[in-house]
């Protein structure tokens, strides 16, 4: 069945250990995701871009502090904030993309600018923020951006000598019981990059990633998120699609792109195309993650091959549906 309108998005994959969880902290996060949804649809629903639409959702997951983007982006080793996005029209694959700025409040914002005010599709460091600030974009000091547990997620992270993909939970210790009032200053609760995929009226597609990357990375890495064809991709024809897990393997199995191929050239259909990338290409390897996509005909796809992916999506044909673990 046709959808008209398509919008799916997410907030992240990685271990969510359903024992942890306080019915307080999944509400938040069902309540986020749901609000980011509700903007999102709107735009389709006015007869608005799939383009402003994923735009939209995303701005308004990268300003919730639960998720790892924008306002509540991780921590590199050395302290900072640096923040990857990337925005993707499928009606003739221009694209935009922003990676390690440091004071731009919505990079996706940014990716934007990149797409539709410069002849580059990938603008990096300070001049990408810089760029930002000239065209009027609102930026913020570091204290924006910083925030307590994220930085206690750091010391975690360096203490276990590792990169961590931030919707890991610290395995060996549990997590604290969190008061719901506590919420939402629980490190363990905060997860997630974001992202949004669209199928508007007109049968266009788009796709938007945001993230602050991985806990502890090193300065100036660069993940997928804002890599075209590997965590983000958009054409009409095949499908858009929106990455979150670790980028180093998302970029090596250029894992958009890979599932548009599969469809071009072989012909599959959206779900089995993210079915080969995510648990057979993906999982055997150790890539762990997922994806939200749609296709022409405003078909969704979630594969997530980890234990939790924070998701949303609604079709015509289809009411809301908010999902966190394997269900
Ligand atoms: N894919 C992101 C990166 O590697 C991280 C994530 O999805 O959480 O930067």
């Known amino acids: ?88 029209d499928g009606r003739n694959r221009a694209a935009g993309a922003v990676a390690g700025v440091r004071t731009v409040q919505n990079p996706i914002q940014a990716a934007r600018l990149v797409m539709e005010h410069t002849e580059h599709v990938l603008l990096a460091w300070p001049g990408a923020d810089e760029l930002a600030k000239e065209h009027g974009l609102p930026t913020q000091p570091a204290a924006y951006f910083f925030t307590q547990h994220r930085y206690d997620q ?32 629980d490190p363990k609760k905060k997860m997630g990059t974001v992202g949004a995929v669209a199928r508007d009226r007109h049968g266009n597609l788009a796709a938007a990633t945001s993230t602050g990357g991985m806990t502890n990375k090193r300065y100036s890495r660069i993940g997928d998120s804002p890599v075209i064809g590997a965590g983000t991709f958009a054409d009409n024809t095949t499908c858009a699609i929106s990455c979150t897990g670790h980028g180093e393997f998302f970029l090596r199995a250029v894992v958009a792109h890979d ?27 150790g890539g762990e993650g997922g994806l939200v996509a749609v296709d ?32």
Do not use: W
């Not at 975690?156 to 610290?170: C, M, T």
């Not at 599932?259 to 390897?285: F, N, Q, T, W």
């Not at 044909?317 to 999902?323: A, E, F, M, R, V």
């Open 1 to 88: 069945m046709m959808n008209e309108l398509a919008l799916a998005l997410h907030g992240g994959a990685g271990t969510i250990a359903r024992a942890r969880m306080t019915a307080a902290q999944e509400q938040a996060y069902r309540e986020a995701l749901q609000a980011a949804l509700e903007i999102g649809y709107a735009v389709l629903e006015a007869g608005g871009p799939a383009l402003d639409a994923v735009e939209m959702a995303v701005r308004s997951l990268e300003d919730c502090p639960l998720f790892n983007a924008g306002r509540g982006a991780v921590f590199t080793h050395d302290g900072h904030h640096e923040m990857d996005a990337a925005i993707m």
């Open 296 to 327: 022409a005909a405003g078909n969704i796809s979630l594969p997530f091959n980890s234990e939790g992916m924070y998701r949303a999506s609604r079709t015509s044909n289809s009411p809301l549906q908010i999902g966190i673990y394997a269900e």
């Open 259 to 285: 599932i548009s191929c599969l469809m071009e050239y072989r012909g599959l259909s959206l779900a089995e195309a993210c079915r080969i990338v995510v648990h057979d290409k993906l999982a055997p390897v």
């Open 154 to 185: 750091l010391q975690e992270a360096i203490l276990e000598g590792r990169v961590r993909l931030d919707h890991s939970q610290a395995v060996k210790e549990p997590a604290p019981l969190v008061e719901p009032g506590a919420f939402p200053e």
